[in-house]
């Protein structure tokens, strides 16, 4: 099984400012990674396919990098829309699993 | 629009069992791979069944397996998760999700609003 560990798991963070959170995959997964924001009471809402290709309909400022083993979700200039959770993904292989989970709070 | 519904969720016994529905509208759901997710209270999100598009392939996580059983109606545009035996650590909100490519990789592209089981006596 891929284990996916998401850091940080929790970010405080002005609006405005730069996000980045990172994912790491136990093992080599190529670009099979995806990132999903939820909101809470809300289902998860895809942001970003194959480590690098924004979802239509997402905002630009959010953007996706890497591969391999490690991936890397930046949000650029915060808004206060965004406070949510954010998981990665990997579909190189079964068991699928998922991140851990980073929640972004809005100071 | 791409919708799905799911439904079936309820307070269920320890050993009991359930079965989820999801009733899927705005694409050709013969053509897509399925799967339910869920997520048990305040944690994270967890896969627990893939099917193909005819049925005729079925992957389940360790943790289900012999218990949960995935199947659909492309007839009925209808997914479904016959649950049995259930634990307490099955607890939890389960999404139906449809995977993004035909070939059953990628994301999940869609998903439902979820529907909660909770097992307790």
């Known amino acids: 099984e891929i284990v996916l560990t998401q850091s940080p798991d929790f970010q405080s963070v002005t609006p405005k400012e730069k996000v980045t959170i990172t994912c790491r995959a136990s093992?080599?997964?190529?670009?099979?990674l995806h990132w999903y924001q939820q909101k809470p009471d809300q289902s998860p809402k895809l942001l970003i396919k194959?480590?690098?290709q924004s979802f239509s309909g997402v905002p630009s400022r959010f953007s996706g990098s890497g591969s391999g083993t490690d991936f890397t979700l930046t949000i650029n200039s915060l808004e206060a829309e965004d406070a949510a959770t954010y998981y990665c993904?990997?579909?190189?292989?079964?068991?699928?699993?998922f991140g851990q989970g980073t929640k972004v709070e809005i100071k | 629009e791409v919708q799905l519904v799911e439904s079936g969720g309820g307070l269920v016994q320890p050993g009991g069992s359930l079965r989820l529905s999801c009733a899927a509208s705005?694409?050709?759901?013969?053509?897509?791979?399925m799967s339910w997710v869920r997520q048990a209270p305040g944690k994270g999100l967890e896969w627990v069944a893939n099917?193909?598009?005819?049925?005729?392939?079925?992957y389940y996580v360790d943790s289900v397996k012999g218990r949960f059983t995935i199947s659909r109606d492309n007839a009925k545009n209808s997914l479904y998760l016959q649950m049995n035996s259930l634990r307490a650590e099955d607890t939890a909100v389960y999404y139906c999700?449809?995977?993004?490519?035909?070939?059953?990789?990628?994301?999940?592209?869609?998903w439902g609003q979820g529907t909660l089981v909770t097992v307790s006596s």
């Open positions: 993904h990997q579909s190189s292989s079964l068991p699928r699993t």
């Open positions: 705005g694409f050709t759901f013969s053509s897509y791979w």
């Open positions: 194959y480590a690098s």
């Open positions: 099917i193909k598009q005819d049925g005729s392939e079925k």
């Open positions: 999700a449809r995977v993004w490519a035909v070939a059953g990789t990628g994301p999940f592209h869609y």
């Open positions: 093992q080599s997964i190529g670009s099979s």
